[in-house]
């Protein structure tokens, strides 16, 4: 059997991409938690392990929520972002905005009738409860998330617009078929493989990529919100390594030593500026290298918002491969 979400031609018009700084903090706090931990996250979860050794974090009411014995968690924790790039005050005043209804019933599908302790407090008091869990999530992300946010804002919004790509080219077959190799579009139907049922939420689907969580598709089966499927970002792989080793000496003697270095620090995306400062070089300098590089092949762009993020092409990668 597989998991179907069944999308009627208004609902599939209604589906769209956001991404979610709180979905972040929800998945690195899992990964630190040894949940679906996936090998593209080690450096950071070293860095990370590092810097709550140095400061613990208190998440007494979070920490029970997402790291237990249990196949699920709360779904109110990440709540359906609003629109395509919310910040991390929108998504915890949407988290806030849970209802007792939803926060007890919630917790009943993940825990049983029996809560244990957090859960317990939540359910008697849920509320107060959101507002500690917002406090900490906050306090969580500005810790472990907002020092990466821009590289990763990076990777996630690259992903957004190859996908729209995909989807402007190839239809919804097409961009399903590219989100996950579980995951499939077939005669109106989302297929994953998986067999537990989903509930799906009012309207479209909303897709959000994730660089610090799971390798796999999850799909909200239950929600007070519009139904997401977080899915692993392309290109996160390359995000905590590119620029850090030099390019091929092949490379370098066809490219010369500032493209080829520039060439590998775009295995992950980025701005001008951002590569300005992690080449130590001029941004007029590195625009005059992407030029050179985009008429090539070798790079290209995307529009994202008021930036313009520069991304390595398959040519690109292949070059660097030797």
Known sequence: MVLTVELDVAELAATRFAVSPLSETVACLQQLGGRDRQAATLPWLRWASGELAREPLDLAWTWPLLVHDRPGWPEFLVPAPKNSGPSIEDDLAALRRTTARQVRASLTRVFGAELPGPA????????????VIAAE?????????????????????????HRARALATGGAEKLFAGLHPNLRWHEGKLLLNDVRPVNRGPGG??????????????????TSTQTTVRYPARGRGALWTAGTRPPARATVRLLGRARAGLLEALRSPATTTELASALGVTPSAVSQHLAVLRENGLVDRERSGRQVLYLITALGTSLLAG
């Open 205 to 222: 689907l909303v897709l959000i990529p994730v660089v610090l969580g799971s390798p796999h598709v999850l799909v909200k089966r239950n």
């Open 120 to 131: 317990a407090d939540l359910a008697a008091r849920p509320a107060a409860g959101l507002r």
């Open 137 to 161: 999530l906050r306090a969580a992300h500005d810790r472990l998330v907002a020092p990466h946010w821009p590289r990763i804002r990076a990777v996630l919004d690259a992903d957004v617009a």
